[in-house]
């Protein structure tokens, strides 16, 4: 088993940065990919970014590249999401979730955390 918290999460103004931490416990940090999903209200549970295990190689949803950042540090079993610029569409539940290899679809994590609330509105 792999429990994930996330934190980070504010309201904030667009155009405003905020950084998302996941921290991990269980099982061995660097055997996983990781990725970060948005629920936007109403919305499904959509794909924004992934790392693989080593943290070598990144991959975003187009609306954020250039925005977003994700990045691992495997001595401290944390992953984060780095937002830049953001924008209100960006508003939602944020969640950090875990895969033995790198995933697009929400359906093929094998671990979730609780998710964290970003709002972005002025």
């Known amino acids: 088993q792999v429990q994930l918290v996330e934190s980070g999460g504010d309201l904030v103004q667009p155009g405003a940065s905020l950084r998302l931490s996941c921290a991990a416990s269980?099982?061995?940090?660097?055997?996983?990919?990781m990725g970060w999903f948005h629920q936007a209200p109403g919305n499904g549970r959509e794909f924004v970014a992934a790392?693989?295990?080593?943290?070598?190689?990144?991959y975003y949803i187009d609306s954020v590249k250039g925005r977003f950042t994700i990045s691992r540090d495997n001595a401290k079993n944390t992953v984060y999401l780095q937002m830049n610029r953001v924008r209100p569409e960006d508003t939602g539940v944020y969640y950090c979730?875990?895969?033995?290899?790198?995933?697009?679809?929400?359906?093929?994590?094998?671990?979730w955390g609780q998710g964290t609330q970003v709002t972005v509105s002025s």
């Open positions: 790392i693989d295990r080593q943290g070598d190689n990144t």
């Open positions: 979730a875990a895969a033995t290899t790198v995933r697009f679809s929400r359906d093929e994590y094998d671990y």
């Open positions: 269980g099982r061995t940090f660097s055997d996983y990919a």
